[in-house]
């Protein structure tokens, strides 16, 4: 902008002003826009327009992870999101709702649902004090039988069921639907199997180790208690599970709220290699979480509240990331509340987290996340109106028969809490590939704020363009933004999109366009016929203009062959020369038609002299003076 800088009044037309001092000039002083058009700029795989001057972000992959506020690259972190009500992000080109999970409602009011099992392919849940077989249908048949205290996990093992039970010892069933076999010592919180032995952590008092080949009362073997935690009152929340030492061998590990153990077989000894961080878990001691599982080569293990440990042994070194859902711009308070994880489950495809007991505006929320490796996914998402505890995790493999893999967890509806699973098979195909796997009846997601890494630069959003499959009359989806880092309510665009058929949305009331710095997409899926049927979201491109900065670009032949101003032709040309060497930019004025003074800070550049020979220097100097910034 003109006329913002200390100049002096320029009067003779013939003179301009360069850094304070004054030039005779050949000519009139010749204008130029000197901002160049920016490159256009493809993002995405997905592009093409020949447009040399139209840019494109798209969106065709989120598989890693949510929790990303505003793209830092958009090289690298393109396929992140920012939140979800709930979603199936697993697979490229075919971003959906959430699996459906089934509920199977609770036998008992008022009950807690704690874990579950499978035998023999009877599906179990244990209620209170009570196992029971889950049912088919909606109805559940009464309990199977009573066991002394509350499950809080179980494993199959010898042919049969075990139920551990915490400070009321275990109980074990040879089949789904027969009576369970109380035994109170020892009093189990967790138990794997290794080297076909059933291994089990006491609860009763410092955590002791004990081996059994049966699982019968009195066949148990006392090994060692782990070290450092006689002091803590019982019952840990804790996982044994198997890993690798050092040595790469399988081994027994033992996850608590207070670090991780390893367990040296040959000397029958405890040592502790990892120190839990230093702050509260956020788990209640009768939680009795499962906060240990084994995932793709690497233990995980909850550390607080949002904080998962990732430890994976390589090269005879222990390796430790926080990988939780947490990290980075933390999660979206005004979707997931402040949860708590307190359970992980896992299989050969994801590590899965539930969390409970998470409250705001005295409401609670049930959320299950699934880790790929790369990032989370919420796959379920309920709001409640109590702070009652979702508690059991649980992936029973061939339920109900072979050919299906079941997810069960532990949901709350009003002051139950209830049973619901997700079929895996189906959860586990891409949707684009399957008709029969079955959705949530709507979400939401949100996309990071894109700037195209020019946080400050000014661009103009022309369209979007929309590409779905499985889209219909009631299964669509409906495209809206916010701009420039705002927190506040979406834009929608125009109607919902219920074609397959490539559609595009425009911005501005005649399609002239949005002034934007940063834009945040957000599309809303929803499905509201057969279950089986969802639109999957191909691709979402953004089209955009990058704006340059209105800048002036002038040319002037400096006349420096007589005496100006006081200074001597050489002199005139040596303050030029330390014009053109100088790194700041320098002042520059001259005076227009209407007589008025116009000042710029500019860069002095691409000089080209006629010098004259002899013993004077003198010469005329044409000089190229870009604008650089607006102050």
Request: aromatic residues 10%; proline residues 5%; contains cysteine.
């Amino acid at each position: 902008m003109a006329d913002v800088l200390t100049t002096p009044r320029i009067i003779d037309p013939g003179t301009i002003v360069l850094r304070d001092e004054t030039y005779k000039i050949k000519g009139p002083v010749s204008v130029v826009m000197s901002s160049q058009f920016p490159t256009k700029r493809v993002i995405g795989d997905y592009g093409r327009d020949d447009n040399t001057h139209i840019s494109t972000y798209t969106i065709t992959d989120i598989r890693g992870g949510m929790g990303l506020w505003r793209y830092r690259d958009t090289k690298s972190e393109l396929n992140r999101f920012w939140t979800a009500v709930t979603v199936n992000g697993l697979f490229p080109n075919s971003t959906t709702m959430g699996p459906l999970a089934t509920s199977k409602g609770t036998p008992v009011a008022g009950s807690e649902h704690t874990a579950y099992g499978s035998l023999l392919g009877k599906d179990v849940a244990t209620i209170n004090s009570n196992i029971y077989r889950i049912p088919s249908a909606a109805t559940w048949a009464a309990a199977v039988d009573t066991i002394v205290g509350t499950a809080r996990d179980t494993l199959v093992f010898n042919g049969r069921i075990f139920y551990f039970q915490g400070l009321d010892g275990y109980a074990y069933q040879t089949d789904g639907d027969g009576l369970a076999t109380d035994v109170s010592t020892p009093t189990v919180i967790s138990g794997t199997i290794f080297d076909n032995n059933l291994y089990v952590i006491d609860a009763s008092g410092p955590p002791v180790l004990f081996r059994s080949p049966t699982g019968d009362s009195g066949s148990w073997k006392t090994l060692a208690s782990i070290p450092g935690l006689d002091s803590i009152a019982s019952p840990y929340n804790l996982s044994l599970v198997v890993y690798v030492n050092a040595s790469g061998d399988p081994t027994l590990w033992c996850c608590t709220e207070f670090g991780a153990y390893i367990y040296d077989v040959d000397n029958d000894k405890w040592s502790k290699v990892l120190d839990k961080p230093p702050s509260a878990s956020g788990l209640a001691a009768s939680f009795a979480a499962r906060i240990g599982a084994v995932y793709n080569g690497s233990l995980y293990m909850i550390s607080n509240k949002m904080n998962v440990l990732k430890m994976t042994m390589r090269d005879n070194a222990l390796i430790v990331e926080d990988v939780g859902p947490n990290l980075e711009f933390g999660l979206d308070t005004a979707t997931y509340y402040n949860p708590v994880i307190v359970s992980l489950e896992s299989d050969d495809r994801l590590l899965y987290a539930l969390t409970s007991r998470s409250t705001i505006n005295n409401n609670g929320v049930t959320v299950l996340l699934a880790y790929n490796g790369l990032g989370w996914f919420p796959i379920y998402r309920n709001v409640h109106n109590t702070t009652r505890a979702s508690l059991a995790l649980k992936i029973i493999v061939g339920a109900p028969s072979a050919s299906t893999n079941r997810l069960y967890f532990a949901d709350v509806s009003g002051t139950d809490t209830i049973t619901r699973w997700i079929n895996l098979t189906e959860f586990y195909q891409p949707p684009v590939l399957t008709t029969t796997q079955e959705y949530g009846a709507s979400t939401i997601i949100e996309y990071p704020y894109f700037d195209a890494d020019y946080p400050g630069q000014q661009k103009n959003a022309l369209k979007v363009r929309v590409k779905l499959t499985g889209a219909s009359a009631t299964e669509g989806v409906r495209i809206a933004y916010r701009i420039d880092g705002s927190t506040g309510a979406y834009t929608l665009m125009s109607s919902a999109i219920t074609s397959d058929a490539e559609n595009v949305q425009y911005f501005g009331t005649n399609n002239e366009g949005l002034a934007f710095k940063s834009i945040q997409l957000r599309a809303s899926l929803a499905a509201l016929g057969d279950s089986t049927v969802a639109p999957k979201i191909e691709y979402i491109q953004l089209e955009f203009e990058r704006l340059p900065e209105t800048l002036r670009g002038f040319s002037a032949t400096i006349d420096c062959r007589d005496y100006f101003a006081n200074r001597s032709p050489a002199e005139q040309i040596d303050d030029l020369w330390t014009i053109l060497g100088t790194n700041t930019l320098v002042t520059f004025g001259y005076r227009d038609d209407n007589g008025n003074t116009r000042s710029y800070l500019v860069r002095a550049m691409s000089p080209e002299g006629v010098e004259g020979t002899g013993y004077e220097e003198s010469g005329l100097y044409k000089l190229l003076l870009l604008e650089k910034s607006n102050p």
